[in-house]
């Protein structure tokens, strides 16, 4: 049972042993009893230490990653948070320019305080890349394609660059999930997941997950900023999550195929600017994605010819997207970013980005041409 597909349809189903239930139970206790003795017999103490539910989902994740160990959290920043507590102060982090920005913004309001340094590059310029690695770099944090603008970057190229600086990769694989992209086998050291997408993939949970390629010192101190700092993701979160992910795979084929039709469709159109979408030939990161990926991706995003208000106003005609932010869920999304986003973001006035769900085609093509105005 090696393929990817198949692991996940069997996801957190191995028969409960006491009953022959073929899903495997939540498993809400909050403590775990001792044997006369004093030990632990079945391994669990205490829920926010370890909880058998979780356990399921972090294997899963960790398994499909091809990593040794996961780490689940109550969400995406929570387990960003852990990743970069696990670091010192005056370790340096580089960052990529375009990135979720919530990882910035912890960095800038919480950890730069606390003697972090970080230096933000365009990742797909190696030069850049090569110019901001220094003897105090520690980890660089890549995401690719990277939120909101698409950009991709040579996960293995750029992997052969940290690790001769003697630093660690991180990978926020939320867009791609383990079934589009494997960062641990291109030589990455961590990767991280916002179980909020695409793993749960029904917009019905707040959950993250950080898995390692080897456990270390560094990934002993994660494991120890969960199990006392306890931003756990909790055991329904981790059970919906695992009842998300048995669909991932039909899912994200659908998915993947409407965002490709609709970058099609809105690269051609006159009132476009610039369509985001690393399946289309014309991306920046065409090649490199073709390569490391095993398909595009279900998040495009595009620059509407005209003014941030107008974009705005064009969002506000779609009758199909939802107009929400967040993504990965079976209803599609649209979202005007730059509203959203800090002041000092990079993001484009005018880009609109969509997530696309499991709407029929045309539906979604009918309500982009409605966005856009025909
Ligand atoms: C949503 C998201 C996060 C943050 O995850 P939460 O679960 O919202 O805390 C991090 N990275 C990416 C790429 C995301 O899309």
């Not at 695409?198 to 010192?217: C, I, T, W």
Request: hydrophobic residues 40%.
């Amino acid at each position: 049972m090696s393929h990817p597909h198949t692991r996940l349809a069997h996801a957190g189903c191995e028969p409960d042993p006491s009953t022959g239930a073929v899903v495997a139970p939540i498993h809400l206790s909050s403590t775990f009893e001792r044997a006369a003795d004093g030990s632990y017999p079945h391994g669990y103490i205490y829920g926010r230490l370890g909880n058998p539910t979780r356990k399921d989902f972090e294997e899963a994740v960790a398994g499909l990653e091809g990593g040794t160990r996961g780490f689940a959290f109550a969400s995406g920043m929570a387990a960003s948070m852990s990743v970069l507590q696990a670091l010192e102060p005056g370790d340096h982090l580089i960052l990529p320019e375009d990135l979720y920005y919530g990882v910035r913004n912890l960095v800038e309001t919480t950890f730069a305080r606390w003697g972090l340094r970080y230096t933000a590059v365009d990742q797909t310029d190696l030069g850049a890349l090569e110019a901001a690695l220094t003897p105090e770099t520690r980890l660089v944090w890549a995401e690719t394609p990277s939120n909101p603008q698409l950009k991709v970057v040579d996960l293995a190229t750029i992997a052969e660059h940290v690790k001769a600086a003697g630093a660690m990769l991180l990978v926020d694989g939320t867009w791609t999930t383990p079934l589009l992209q494997r960062p641990l086998e291109l030589g990455a050291d961590l990767v991280l997941h916002s179980a909020t997408k695409f793993l749960g993939g029904h917009s019905d949970l707040v959950g993250g997950v950080v898995v390692a390629k080897e456990e270390n010192a560094f990934t002993e101190r994660i494991a120890h900023l969960q199990q006392i700092g306890g931003a756990v993701m909790d055991p329904f979160s981790a059970w919906l999550a695992l009842r998300g992910m048995r669909s991932l795979g039909a899912r994200l084929r659908l998915q993947c195929e409407n965002a490709s039709t609709l970058a099609a469709y809105l690269e051609e159109h006159p009132r476009v600017r610039r369509t985001y979408y690393p399946g289309l030939p014309s991306h920046q990161g065409h090649a490199t994605a073709a390569r490391q990926m095993d398909d595009f991706g279900a998040m495009l995003s595009f620059e509407f010819d005209g003014s941030g208000e107008e974009a705005l106003a064009a969002v506000a005609r779609a009758r199909v997207f939802r107009r929400a932010t967040s993504l990965g869920g079976t209803e599609s999304l649209i979202e005007h970013r730059a509203s959203i986003e800090p002041e000092d973001s990079p993001t484009p006035p005018s880009l609109i980005r969509c997530s696309t769900g499991l709407e029929h085609a045309d539906d979604l093509l009918e309500d982009l041409a409605r966005v856009l105005g025909d």
